[in-house]
């Protein structure tokens, strides 16, 4: 306890290497879905019992994803990490007794994401895409999901996400210097990894 004492640690906020101009964009469009998408969100029972369960596949690539994902959060921005966390604290203090969060928390989640995203590199985005498309190979548990949610209102949540993850491309793009357009691969892969980072954050709330 002394010696901790004696060498007390000072906080420091990292540096982002996010720009000012994506980071104003990716917020803005972070509003405009959070309200979208929010009567879609409350619509979802986060108490059922699916979304403690494991994908029924092989253990291997389960590892192999997940190893891929560790390679990807290595690679992310610490300033957008440190925003996104603590936007899931902050959610987690204030969800209510359906493991629902606010809209304001839920913006800031969202906004807190795509920094992350927008910050690696289009080829990590691709490995943790291709890992976990691996692990979902049943058609039936997206139309299983799909099946217990208000059409009208899925359907406004994804036109919504369409727009953000325009605008996180056009940032990753831009603050890495990249040129040309995505193919459908990778705007898939991208709409994939927003998705399942937004979604796994709202499960460990619970």
């Known amino acids: 306890t ?33 309200g979208a998408s929010y009567p879609f969100m409350k619509g979802i029972d986060w108490l059922d019992g699916l979304w403690g369960q494991t994908v029924p596949t092989n253990p291997q690539k389960t590892l192999r994803a997940i190893d891929k994902m560790i390679v990807m959060g290595a690679q992310m921005d610490s300033a957008a990490l440190k925003e996104a966390g603590m936007a899931h604290v902050k959610a987690i203090q204030n969800m209510d007794d359906k493991a629902m969060m606010t809209e304001e ?32 190979t049943s058609p039936g548990i997206p139309q299983h999901v799909y099946g ?28 890495q210097g990249i040129t040309g357009m995505f193919n459908a691969e990778q705007n898939a892969a991208l709409i994939g990894i927003i ?10 709330m619970r």
């Open 2 to 34: 002394e010696v901790v004492k004696a060498n007390p640690i000072t906080p420091s906020s990292p540096a982002t290497t996010v720009s000012a101009g994506s980071a104003s964009s990716i917020g803005e469009a972070a509003g405009k879905l959070a």
């Open 195 to 204: 998705v399942f980072i937004n979604v796994a954050g709202v499960l460990f």
């Open 105 to 136: 928390d839920y913006k800031a989640i969202l906004a807190g994401i795509g920094k992350t995203v927008a910050s690696v590199p289009a080829a990590s985005v691709m490995d943790v895409y291709n890992a976990m498309g691996g692990l979902v």
């Open 148 to 175: 217990k949610q208000n059409p009208k209102d899925a359907l406004d949540a994804y036109m919504a996400f369409m727009e953000f993850k325009d605008t996180v491309r056009a940032a990753q793009q831009k603050d």
